[in-house]
C-alpha cells in the first residue's frame, strides 16, 4: 500500500448558524467555505482533485457533489458516507484507501452539517428523528432506554463503581476542554468555565451535568489527501496519515464491564502495531468526548494510563499541557463543538495543523505524533456503532 498523506487542511468555525448566534448558512456554503480553506492550506488547484468523499448525518441526497458545485468541481467520483458521529472519519477511511491503494492519486474529504439551517427552513427532517431509531429497531434503546447521555452516564457510574472516580473528575475534564477551546478560533465555545460552574450545572444524567454534554453544532472541515508523489509538488510539510482503522459495535462488546470500550482498545492497538509506535509516543491526540464520561475512559482504552488511572490521568494533568500527552488540544467535542458528519474531519484538520506547527497559542510543543479517536451512534452490546482510530507523524 502507498504511503498516504494530508497537505492541506480547513474548517469553518463550529456553532450554530441561525442568523442569530453566527450568519444563516446551509450546508453547501458551510462545506465550500471549508473546502476553499483546505485547496488553500495545500496550495492545490480544485481541477487537480480527482475524487471527494463526504461524511454526513442529516441533508438531502449527494451532499458532496452539492458541496463540490459550489467550488466548481464536477466530473469526478463522489462518495456519501452516513455513519452517525463518525461519519467524517469513514469517509475519511475510504479516501485513504483508494490513494493508498492507487485508485486516486489525490481526493478531498470533507465533513459537513448544519441544523440550523433545517430548522429555520422549516425542514420535516428533525433532529430528533434522525438520531432515534423508531421503536424496535434498537435493543439498547428500547429495553435499556439506553442512548446518548444514558449510556455514557452508565458508563461513567460503573467506572465510578470499579475504580472510585469521582464526579469532580470527570468535571475536570469539561474545564480542560473548554480553557482549550477559548484558545480556538473555530470553536463554538470561546469562554473558560470553573470546576463549580460545571458540577453546579443542570443534571442531565447522573453523573453527567449539562456542562459535561457536548453541543449541537453546525460546521463542516475537509483536508486534501495525496500520494507522496504528489504531496511533494505542494508543500513542505506534508503529514503522513500513517495509519486508519474502521470497526463496529461487536455483539456483547461491553459483556462483564461498562466501564471500558473493547472496541476501542482493539483498533488502537492494531493501529500502533502497524505504525510501529505505543501510547507513550503520542504528543498529540483528539478524542470523541461527546460526554465527559468518555474522554476519560478512553485515556484508558487508549493505552495512555492503565485501566482505572483515567481519574488520577485527569487530577495530576497528564492529560494537559505540560503532561504527558495533550489531549483534545481543539477544545473537543465539549468546547469546540459538534456538527456530527464533520466532527471525524476536523480532529485530523486539528492533529495536521498541530504537527505543521500552526495552532498559536493552543500549540502543543514539539508535536510529532497524533492520534485521532471517533466513534459513531451505539451498536450492539452498547459499543459505539462505528469506531475509528487514525495516527498522523510528522
Not at 464526579?167 to 475534564?173: C, D, L, Y
Amino acid at each position: 500500500m502507498r504511503d498516504v498523506y494530508i497537505i492541506g487542511a480547513g474548517m469553518t468555525r463550529f456553532g450554530l448558524y441561525n442568523g442569530k448566534r453566527l450568519p444563516l448558512k446551509n450546508i453547501y456554503e458551510l462545506g465550500k467555505e471549508a473546502c476553499l480553506a483546505a485547496l488553500d492550506h495545500a496550495g492545490i488547484n480544485h481541477r487537480k482533485i480527482q475524487a471527494a468523499y463526504c461524511g454526513n448525518v442529516g441533508s438531502p441526497p449527494n451532499c458532496a457533489q452539492m458541496i463540490l458545485a459550489q467550488i466548481g468541481v464536477s466530473g469526478i467520483p463522489a462518495f456519501n458516507h452516513e455513519n452517525g458521529c463518525a461519519s467524517g472519519s469513514s469517509a475519511l477511511r475510504d479516501a485513504y484507501e483508494s490513494i493508498g491503494n492507487g485508485i486516486h492519486d489525490t481526493a478531498i474529504v470533507i465533513g459537513a452539517e448544519c441544523w440550523s439551517f433545517m430548522a429555520a427552513s422549516g425542514s420535516a427532517m428533525a433532529l430528533s428523528g434522525l438520531i432515534s431509531p423508531p421503536p424496535g429497531t434498537n435493543l439498547n434503546q428500547d429495553i435499556a432506554g439506553a442512548f446518548g447521555p444514558a449510556i455514557m452516564a452508565l458508563a461513567g457510574k460503573a467506572h465510578m463503581n470499579e475504580y472510585g472516580t469521582t464526579k469532580e473528575q470527570f468535571a475536570k475534564i469539561a474545564v480542560k476542554n473548554k480553557r482549550n477551546a477559548a484558545k480556538n478560533p473555530y470553536a463554538q465555545f470561546q469562554k473558560e468555565i470553573t470546576l463549580e460552574e460545571v458540577l453546579n450545572s443542570r443534571m442531565i444524567c447522573d453523573p453527567i451535568t449539562k456542562l459535561q454534554c457536548c453541543p449541537q453544532s453546525d460546521g463542516a472541515a475537509a483536508v486534501i489527501l495525496a500520494n507522496a508523489a504528489v504531496a511533494r509538488q505542494y508543500t513542505g510539510k506534508p503529514i503522513k496519515l500513517a495509519a486508519l482503522i474502521q470497526s463496529s459495535a461487536k455483539y456483547k462488546g461491553t459483556e462483564g464491564s461498562l466501564s471500558q470500550f473493547t472496541c476501542f482498545e482493539t483498533i488502537s492497538k492494531q493501529a500502533y502495531e502497524s505504525v510501529g509506535v505505543g501510547p507513550e509516543d503520542l504528543d498529540v491526540v483528539e478524542v470523541h468526548d461527546d460526554f465527559t464520561t468518555l474522554e476519560l475512559i478512553a485515556y484508558e482504552d487508549l493505552g495512555l494510563c492503565k485501566r482505572g488511572e483515567g481519574g488520577r490521568f485527569i487530577d495530576e494533568g497528564l492529560c494537559d499541557y505540560g503532561g504527558e500527552v495533550v489531549v483534545s488540544s481543539s477544545g473537543g467535542l465539549l468546547g469546540k463543538g459538534h456538527p456530527l458528519g464533520a466532527t471525524g474531519v476536523a480532529q485530523f484538520v486539528e492533529l495536521t495543523w498541530q504537527l505543521r506547527e500552526e495552532c498559536g497559542s493552543r500549540q502543543v510543543e514539539n508535536a510529532r505524533i497524533g492520534l485521532a479517536h471517533n466513534g459513531g451512534g451505539i451498536g450492539d452490546g452498547y459499543e459505539p456503532g462505528a469506531v475509528t482510530i487514525g495516527i498522523l507523524t510528522k
